[in-house]
């Protein structure tokens, strides 16, 4: 089909309208959602202590984990093939100095979100944000 015979095809209908009480029901639904609550933030705030308590259980029972499997000797050995690789990526660890840039990310991630709550707390004292 050429567009000279869609046009020709589309000059020959009416206008088109909408269904009545289209436009009225789709006014009705843009009033609703304007309306409408914003959504409930999530309370970081709180759940900040939970993740932090639930990190510092899960780092407990990984190095209990693995006191127990070293110092126990009824429990099945750990394969040469794992303690090589364990080996390996506590060697790299040490190397690059991970725990400083672990560290360093956590200490740069509390200061941004120390200076975000700053600013949000005296930007609304002032009116500004």
Do not use: Q, Y
Not at 4 to 28: R, T
Not at 61 to 78: M, Q
Request: aromatic content about 6%; overall charge positive.
């Amino acid at each position: 089909m050429r567009d000279a015979d869609l046009d020709c095809i589309l000059s020959k209908e009416e206008e088109i309208l909408p269904s009545s009480g289209f436009a009225a029901s789709v006014m009705e639904a843009v009033a609703r959602e304007a309306a409408a609550p914003p959504p409930i933030p999530f309370p970081w705030k709180r759940a900040i202590p939970g993740l932090f308590a639930a990190g510092l259980v899960l780092a407990f029972v990984i190095l209990a984990s693995i006191r127990l499997l070293v110092h126990n000797p009824s429990v099945p050995p750990i394969p040469a093939e794992w303690r090589t690789a364990l080996a390996s990526i506590v060697a790299l660890w040490r190397t690059f100095g991970a725990s400083w840039v672990v560290l360093a990310l956590v200490l740069s991630l509390a200061s941004v979100k120390l200076s975000m709550h700053l600013a949000t707390v005296h930007g609304s004292r002032s009116g500004r944000i």
